[in-house]
């Protein structure tokens, strides 16, 4: 039995009331990325590979796999074949010497990454220093950082600023996936520093949408699953935002990770899942919690 | 006796311990604006006048007025002489309406005053919904609403802002006595509703000083007293950063509004005061500390 409200929709087993955030499963970059890939292992008749995995969902990137999308570290050792640019967007340097090597390439960034790259790169023309809200290592910030000046600060959190390195002039792009939190505590703690300040606010709506509802949802059940890839920023963003919510919240990639044990006593889950998560995973979460007796 | 600390000098009576900030009395744009008043009503021989007190503190106005600079409401009945512009600015419509007169004008407005206007009409010209953090009723905040568009919003905080009437590109200029703290809570509350937000942080320096020595030394006095115009937007945000440290704060305006019942079991007193607070009026107020047994 399934019942529907605007931003969740419900399924009973004979133990269970699950509740699922609608805005669940791919978000529309990753269904982009991921449909530009199967289309090219089907059509290119030569090597396609990702530099890094496609999206950070090891599922699915095992699935192109066998469909002949290889991952690789660099270019060093590649001379012909396609280039698929991954959801997160690559370094500009990187793109060049793709171009230059002859190689074809299939620019499957993230539209909203994409905006975050120009803003940056238009930032740093008008001589504005750039501070990136975002994970250093994330590849979605090192592509950023491409377009970005000498005196880029990349921080976590506010509380990781150098202020004695800040000028007075500052630019701010945030990683797509970041919480609006945690961009406005850094803009708040910037602004007495600096004369000009200006802000992109880059994270895209459905990752908005999603931290919002994901957090409604963790308010009003017992234990909440937050389904996605181990290695996905957002995903592990989402899990830190109903964690705060219902200490009762795990960290699940696919459905055998479910430990029946966890449910003693709960008669209501939340489930939530991460912008790279494919439906398939999703209904496999569904589907299991429905045969615990 | 006095001695002296890089920011605060102090003076010892027989009974207290006085503590003074040192960035007391005039700002810059307050002195400016009081010399080229009386060099006006030295130099100018018709009739020289304001629209609107010159600067927020009585006395000084008084004295002008002894000089022979008029305080009027409008330009309507006037058709020659010489408009000195206030320190705190005016709308642009009204020193039109002086030149097509044929008065002659003097522009007194504060240099940080003229800043966040031209900041307010670049963001304009630029497409950017306007947001101004000040007084509503203030003259400076008046004057800035002249060369901002149609859709601006004044706010007194962040509390005060229509959510609904948010355009998502957003620029934002204060009253350059506005706290910082306000600014940042402003910023902060309209990050998440905004795809591009322009920050001109013109909150004059002097300002941002002065608050931030006035509340160290409301933390390390018994009595703190704060010397100012009582019409005065900079002089009562002083009062009430002190008055949040030390309950004990008291607002004077001249030294006679010292009551000595105020001084019972307290040996060390702080003195601050606001931007357009003259130096003899602060001697007053130490020389009548110094007088109470």
């Known amino acids: 039995m399934v019942s529907e409200s605007p931003w969740k929709r419900k399924y009973y087993s004979e133990r269970f009331e699950i509740i699922e955030i609608n805005n669940a499963g791919f978000c529309f970059g990753v269904k982009r990325a991921t449909k530009l890939a199967f289309e090219a292992t089907a059509q290119k008749s030569g090597r396609v590979f990702t530099i890094g995995p496609l999206i950070h969902n090891p599922q699915v990137v095992k699935r192109l796999n066998e469909k002949g999308l290889a991952v690789i570290e660099n270019l060093d050792s590649i001379s012909r074949g396609t280039l698929l640019v991954r959801s997160h967007g690559l370094h500009p340097k990187i793109i060049d010497q793709a171009v230059t090597k002859g190689l074809e390439v299939i620019d499957a960034t993230c539209p909203f990454v994409k ?135 795990y960290l699940i990639e696919p459905a055998d990770e479910i430990n029946p044990c966890w449910f003693s006593g709960i008669s209501r889950i939340g489930v939530t899942s991460g912008a790279s998560t494919p439906d398939w995973i999703i209904d496999g979460v569904i589907k299991r919690l429905k045969s615990i007796n």
């Open 115 to 249: 905006k975050a790259q120009s803003f940056a790169r238009s930032l740093k023309e008008k001589g504005y220093q750039l501070v990136i809200l975002g994970e250093k290592n994330h590849p979605e910030v090192q592509g950023i950082m491409g377009y970005s000046g000498k005196d880029t600060m990349v921080v976590g959190d506010y509380s990781e600023l150098s202020l004695y390195k800040i000028k007075k002039k500052v630019g701010i792009v945030a990683q797509t996936t970041q919480t609006y939190q945690n961009l406005s505590s850094l803009v708040s703690r910037l602004v007495p520093e600096v004369r000009e300040l200006k802000v992109y606010n880059t994270i895209c709506d459905a990752t908005l949408i999603r931290q919002k509802e994901s957090r409604l949802l963790a308010e009003e059940v017992e234990l909440m699953l937050v389904v996605g890839g181990k290695n996905s920023g957002n995903t592990n963003r989402l899990y830190k935002i109903c964690k705060q919510v219902e200490p009762k919240t």
